[in-house]
């Protein structure tokens, strides 16, 4: 069976993560963050891809598509269901295509969940977390800087070119993550109700 694909995407900070792991508990959807893959890799004793995922993190870069897409892919396989959330992913133009080229025909895209959310708002946020020790070597304001830049410039094409193909559900994610989560349960009943 091909395993359905939700990409959620929104700015550093919009509360992706926590959107997902709200949805994983009610709808039975496994969790990827790309971001969190890259960064277990990182770590992992004797990764070939350690210090260049390391040295991408820091400077606010992308990760090449490639290492980026088979670390989703052994995730999804080792995960042994069919319904997947990839958070933070595809980021740019390079990500999507890499996708479509490697991933596209082993999984179904079912739509985009995009949180939008003001840059202060999520600054703020970011800024909150890091000081509350997330242990995230991204949540200051020199790596939000060019994670913002990195974001406008490149992942809001991304959004535009679902758009098109009338695959992104918009949230409103500057209200509290209760009021959020009700916005995100109506996408997903809807969408239920159209497969059944």
Same mark, same amino acid.
């Given at each position: ?9 929104? #700015?550093?900070?919009? $509360? &992706? ?16 963050? #790309? ?14 891809? $350690? ?16 290492? =980026? ?5 052994? #995730? ?5 269901? =069919?319904?997947?959330?990839?958070? $933070?992913?595809?980021?740019? &133009?390079?990500?999507?295509? /890499? ?6 025909? &082993? ?25 509350? $020790?997330? /242990? ?18 490149? =992942? ?28 995100? &349960?109506?996408?997903?009943?809807? =969408?239920?109700?159209?497969? #059944?």
């Amino acid at each position: 069976m091909v395993p359905d694909v939700v990409f959620v995407l929104g #700015a550093p900070g919009s $509360g &992706k993560g926590t959107q997902c792991s709200l949805i994983s508990k009610e709808y039975d959807y496994v969790h990827l963050s #790309a971001g969190d893959l890259l960064r277990e890799e990182r770590q992992r004793p004797g990764s070939e891809y $350690g210090e260049m995922i390391e040295e991408k993190i820091r400077n606010g870069e992308i990760v090449p598509v490639e290492v =980026t897409c088979s670390l989703l892919h052994k #995730a999804m396989q080792l995960s042994g269901k =069919t319904r997947f959330l990839i958070d $933070g992913f595809p980021r740019n &133009k390079d990500n999507l295509d /890499g996708w479509e080229r490697v991933m596209s025909d &082993k999984t179904k895209l079912q739509f985009i969940l995009f949180f939008e959310c003001s840059r202060d708002l999520c600054t703020e946020r970011c800024l909150g977390r890091g000081a509350a $020790g997330s /242990g995230r070597s991204d949540d200051n304001l020199e790596s939000l800087h060019k994670r913002f830049n990195t974001y406008l410039n490149e =992942t809001m094409p991304i959004i535009q070119h679902y758009d098109q193909q009338g695959l992104v559900r918009r949230i409103d994610a500057e209200v509290s993550p209760e009021e959020v989560f009700d916005s995100v &349960k109506k996408v997903f009943n809807d =969408t239920k109700r159209i497969a #059944a």
